[in-house]
């Protein structure tokens, strides 16, 4: 079983920036996928980014250039920094992980960018 638990999100006017950060819980297996997606309100789960272990990262159309994901495998801990921030970015962002083959999902937090 591993948890996560988000941090960062919150109010920022458009073209501003925001910084989430997600650590995994001590998990016997290893992590292998990380990422972000999110979910504004009548849409579907989108993805945002994801880096798998090796460091391969891959981003939706509609964030790149703008937004980057780093992770530190260390800490089990990926990171999510959205630059140039527009009011279709906001949505409630949810951090996943793969291990064992199992995909587990963070409690949400909400970034919405409004003037």
């Known amino acids: 079983q591993v948890q996560l638990v988000e941090s960062g999100g919150g109010l920022v006017q458009p073209g501003g920036s925001l910084s989430l950060s997600c650590a995994a819980s001590?998990?016997?297996?290893?992590?292998?996928?990380m990422g972000w997606y999110r979910q504004a309100p009548g849409n579907q789960r989108e993805m945002v980014a994801v880096?798998?272990?090796?460091?391969?990262?891959t981003y939706a159309d509609s964030v790149k250039g703008r937004f980057t994901i780093s992770r530190d495998n260390a800490k089990n801990t990926v990171y999510l920094q959205m630059n140039s921030l527009k009011p279709e970015d906001t949505a409630v962002y949810y951090c996943?992980?793969?291990?064992?083959?199992?995909?587990?999902w963070g409690q949400g937090t909400q970034v919405t960018v409004s003037s």
């Open positions: 001590e998990s016997r297996f290893s992590i292998n996928t």
């Open positions: 880096e798998s272990i090796s460091g391969i990262t």
């Open positions: 996943y992980a793969v291990a064992a083959y199992e995909l587990y």
